[in-house]
Protein backbone atom coordinates (compact mmCIF):
# COMPACT_ATOMS: atom_id res chain seq x y z
CA UNK A 1 0.00 0.00 0.00
CA UNK A 2 1.15 3.75 -0.66
CA UNK A 3 -0.23 6.82 1.33
CA UNK A 4 0.11 9.93 -0.69
CA UNK A 5 -0.68 13.33 0.01
CA UNK A 6 -1.31 16.43 -1.90
CA UNK A 7 0.11 19.94 -1.64
CA UNK A 8 0.89 23.18 -3.47
CA UNK A 9 -2.83 24.18 -4.21
CA UNK A 10 -4.16 27.43 -3.62
CA UNK A 11 -5.48 30.76 -5.35
CA UNK A 12 -3.95 32.06 -8.40
CA UNK A 13 -4.96 34.69 -10.62
CA UNK A 14 -6.08 33.48 -14.58
CA UNK A 15 -2.38 33.25 -16.53
CA UNK A 16 -0.69 32.72 -13.84
CA UNK A 17 1.34 28.68 -12.58
CA UNK A 18 0.92 26.40 -9.99
CA UNK A 19 3.29 23.49 -8.82
CA UNK A 20 1.18 20.85 -7.06
CA UNK A 21 2.98 17.99 -5.50
CA UNK A 22 2.13 14.96 -3.95
CA UNK A 23 4.52 12.80 -1.43
CA UNK A 24 4.03 9.31 -1.59
CA UNK A 25 5.01 6.80 1.29
CA UNK A 26 5.29 3.30 2.10
CA UNK A 27 5.62 0.91 -0.68
CA UNK A 28 8.52 1.67 -3.36
CA UNK A 29 6.76 4.66 -5.14
CA UNK A 30 8.59 3.56 -8.51
CA UNK A 31 6.76 0.90 -9.35
CA UNK A 32 3.58 2.73 -9.42
CA UNK A 33 2.15 4.24 -12.27
CA UNK A 34 0.91 7.94 -11.42
CA UNK A 35 -1.63 10.39 -12.45
CA UNK A 36 -3.55 13.31 -11.64
CA UNK A 37 -7.33 13.91 -11.78
CA UNK A 38 -9.54 16.53 -10.74
CA UNK A 39 -12.82 17.61 -9.37
CA UNK A 40 -15.48 20.99 -9.68
CA UNK A 41 -18.04 21.09 -7.52
CA UNK A 42 -21.53 19.56 -8.61
CA UNK A 43 -19.02 17.46 -11.25
CA UNK A 44 -17.70 14.25 -11.74
CA UNK A 45 -13.67 13.63 -11.18
CA UNK A 46 -11.85 13.91 -13.92
CA UNK A 47 -8.56 13.10 -15.64
CA UNK A 48 -6.24 15.54 -16.06
CA UNK A 49 -2.53 13.80 -16.63
CA UNK A 50 -0.62 10.21 -16.10
CA UNK A 51 2.89 9.05 -16.05
CA UNK A 52 4.55 5.91 -16.10
CA UNK A 53 6.69 4.09 -13.50
CA UNK A 54 9.96 5.45 -15.27
CA UNK A 55 8.87 8.71 -16.00
CA UNK A 56 9.43 8.07 -19.80
CA UNK A 57 5.40 8.12 -20.85
CA UNK A 58 3.20 11.04 -20.17
CA UNK A 59 -0.80 11.72 -21.32
CA UNK A 60 -2.68 14.81 -21.02
CA UNK A 61 -6.21 15.52 -21.15
CA UNK A 62 -7.09 17.53 -24.15
CA UNK A 63 -8.17 20.60 -21.70
CA UNK A 64 -4.69 20.62 -20.03
CA UNK A 65 -2.40 19.75 -23.28
CA UNK A 66 -0.02 21.99 -23.50
CA UNK A 67 -0.50 24.19 -20.22
CA UNK A 68 0.13 21.29 -17.73
CA UNK A 69 3.10 19.26 -17.51
CA UNK A 70 3.33 16.23 -15.41
CA UNK A 71 6.71 14.57 -14.01
CA UNK A 72 8.37 12.38 -11.14
CA UNK A 73 11.66 12.21 -9.03
CA UNK A 74 11.23 8.56 -7.69
CA UNK A 75 14.47 9.23 -5.66
CA UNK A 76 12.12 11.66 -3.85
CA UNK A 77 9.08 9.46 -4.14
CA UNK A 78 7.15 13.01 -5.44
CA UNK A 79 5.01 13.17 -8.28
CA UNK A 80 4.28 16.95 -9.62
CA UNK A 81 2.13 18.78 -11.82
CA UNK A 82 3.32 22.18 -13.12
CA UNK A 83 0.73 24.55 -14.01
CA UNK A 84 0.60 27.16 -16.03
CA UNK A 85 -1.81 29.47 -18.36
CA UNK A 86 -4.27 29.02 -15.20
CA UNK A 87 -8.46 29.32 -16.36
CA UNK A 88 -10.81 29.64 -13.97
CA UNK A 89 -12.38 26.30 -15.42
CA UNK A 90 -9.45 24.91 -14.20
CA UNK A 91 -10.96 25.22 -10.36
CA UNK A 92 -10.94 22.10 -8.77
CA UNK A 93 -9.78 19.83 -6.02
CA UNK A 94 -6.76 18.09 -7.59
CA UNK A 95 -5.82 14.55 -6.57
CA UNK A 96 -2.86 12.43 -7.13
CA UNK A 97 -3.55 8.86 -7.49
CA UNK A 98 -1.54 5.60 -8.07
CA UNK A 99 -1.87 2.49 -10.22
CA UNK A 100 -0.77 -0.80 -10.68
CA UNK A 101 -1.21 -0.72 -14.38
CA UNK A 102 1.35 -1.84 -16.22
CA UNK A 103 2.69 1.00 -18.17
CA UNK A 104 0.18 3.91 -18.19
CA UNK A 105 -2.85 4.61 -16.73
CA UNK A 106 -5.80 6.88 -17.92
CA UNK A 107 -9.19 5.72 -16.36
CA UNK A 108 -10.59 6.15 -12.83
CA UNK A 109 -11.04 2.88 -12.30
CA UNK A 110 -6.97 1.75 -12.97
CA UNK A 111 -6.16 3.19 -9.92
CA UNK A 112 -6.06 1.69 -6.71
CA UNK A 113 -4.15 4.77 -4.07
CA UNK A 114 -5.72 8.31 -3.73
CA UNK A 115 -4.24 11.20 -1.82
CA UNK A 116 -7.32 13.23 0.05
CA UNK A 117 -6.42 16.31 -2.83
CA UNK A 118 -5.61 20.24 -2.86
CA UNK A 119 -8.14 23.00 -4.00
CA UNK A 120 -6.82 25.08 -7.18
CA UNK A 121 -9.03 28.36 -7.12
CA UNK A 122 -8.17 30.05 -10.59
CA UNK A 123 -9.78 33.91 -10.40
CA UNK A 124 -10.70 35.80 -13.43
Known amino acids: QVQLVESGGGLVQAGGSLRLSCAAS????????MGWFRQAPGKEREFVAA????????VYSDSVKGRFTISRDNAKNTLYLQMNSLKPEDTAVYYC?????????????????WGQGTQVTVSS
Open 97 to 113: AGSNAVGIATKYSQYDY
Open 51 to 58: ISWSGGLT
Open 26 to 33: GRTFSRYA
